[in-house]
């Protein structure tokens, strides 16, 4: 059974970086897509985007100057940067298995989530 | 504002059945790009429901069906249980955006 765990601090100042880890047991990370997926307070969820094994991306334009994904295959876990945080920011944070065809895929399944609030 | 259109609430009672739409665009639904439903029961991570506009992952029961007509989709929901209320949100790709897009996300009431 496939588990995603994300990973990382809860609290961030305005302007630091986001840095989260997840970490996949019971699949390899050289197989599928691995995707962030975000969800403010009380509101809907955002892609933010994802990447494969090779390193090969793809992100959500309204956040491509800030991102920066990575995967360690070793380890088999996938990672998520975002420069200069504000407070829009703030959100429960998903990492997920995109099961990518083509183009165009489904999430499944999904981590528990971390909650990332940005304040000063 | 969310590229996929949702209803923000539905309700219903024991044992009825409910859709919730989920209305997009030229480039997304509309151009042919398949359809995915996801519940979200409170405090909890999203679950796959449906995906390819009509398929159940193992384990999920056949009260929850999906369509997909034009550039708009549906869920249904048959013989409604307390259990089921959650929020439900749709998700598809869109060209114009390169990647995924979510509906707005629909509250399920179960009255």
């Known amino acids: 059974q496939v588990q995603l765990q994300e990973s990382g601090p809860g609290l961030l100042k305005p302007s630091e970086t986001l840095s989260l880890t997840c970490t996949v047991s019971g699949d390899t990370i050289s197989s599928y897509y691995w995707s962030w997926i975000r969800q403010p307070p009380g509101k809907a969820l955002e892609w933010i985007g994802y990447i494969d094994y090779s390193g090969s991306s793809n992100y959500n334009p309204s956040l491509r100057s800030r991102i920066t994904m990575s995967v360690d295959t070793s380890k088999n876990q996938f990672s998520l940067n975002l420069r200069s945080v504000t407070a829009a920011d703030t959100a429960m944070y998903f990492c997920?298995?995109?099961?990518?065809?083509?183009?165009?895929?489904?999430?499944?399944?999904w981590g528990r989530g971390t909650l990332v609030t940005v304040s000063s | 504002q969310s590229v996929l259109t949702q209803p923000p609430s539905v309700s219903g009672a024991p044992g009825q059945r409910v859709t919730i739409s989920c209305t997009g665009g030229g480039s997304n639904i509309g151009a042919g790009y398949d359809v995915h439903w996801y519940q979200q029961l409170p405090g909890t991570a999203p679950k796959l429901l449906i995906y390819d506009n009509y398929n159940r992952p193992s384990g999920v029961p056949d009260r929850f069906s999906g369509s997909k007509s034009g550039t708009s989709a549906s869920l249904a929901i048959t013989g409604l249980q307390a259990e089921d209320e959650a929020d439900y949100y749709c998700?598809?790709?869109?060209?114009?955006?390169?990647?995924?897009?979510f509906g707005g996300g629909t509250k399920l009431t179960v009255l």
């Open positions: 998700q598809s790709y869109d060209s114009s955006l390169s990647g995924s897009v």
């Open positions: 997920a298995r995109e099961n990518i065809y083509g183009v165009e895929g489904w999430f499944d399944p």
